[in-house]
Nanobody, 115 residues
Framework: QGQLVESGGGLVQPGGSLRLSCAASGIRPGLDVMGWHRQAAGKQRELVASITRGGITTYADSVSGRFTISRDNAKNTVYLQMNALKTEDTAVYYC?????????WGQGTQVTVSS
């Protein structure tokens, strides 16, 4: 069975940066779309950013210009570079991958932005 494993979350001060990584294993061929969603306490899960196999990206308005999504198709890995972090970015971040009709989710990694 395929799985996605995230890493890179943690505690950072407002204005700081973090880089999340998500590696897919046991999923062949590579994922059509990879992305990041987040869920803050008491809120619904929302799309943060996504990227197709060909490199087409989509961003939520709230992170556009601050976050950058990228992927390494050879490694079946997706990254999220988060800059100028704000307290409202605090959430559990989930990696997501789509292959045909199959949807894969990671276990989530906590990102906390606080002074």
């Amino acid at each position: 069975q395929g799985q996605l494993v995230e890493s890179g979350g943690g505690l950072v001060q407002p204005g700081g940066s973090l880089r999340l990584s998500c590696a897919a294993s046991g999923i062949r061929p590579g994922l059509d779309v990879m992305g990041w969603h987040r869920q803050a306490a008491g809120k619904q899960r929302e799309l943060v950013a996504s990227i197709t196999r060909g490199g087409i990206t989509t961003y939520a308005d709230s992170v556009s210009g601050r976050f950058t999504i990228s992927r390494d198709n050879a490694k079946n890995t997706v990254y999220l570079q988060m800059n100028a972090l704000k307290t409202e970015d605090t959430a559990v971040y989930y990696c997501n991958g789509v292959l045909g009709i199959r949807n894969y989710w990671g276990q989530g990694t906590q990102v906390t932005v606080s002074s």
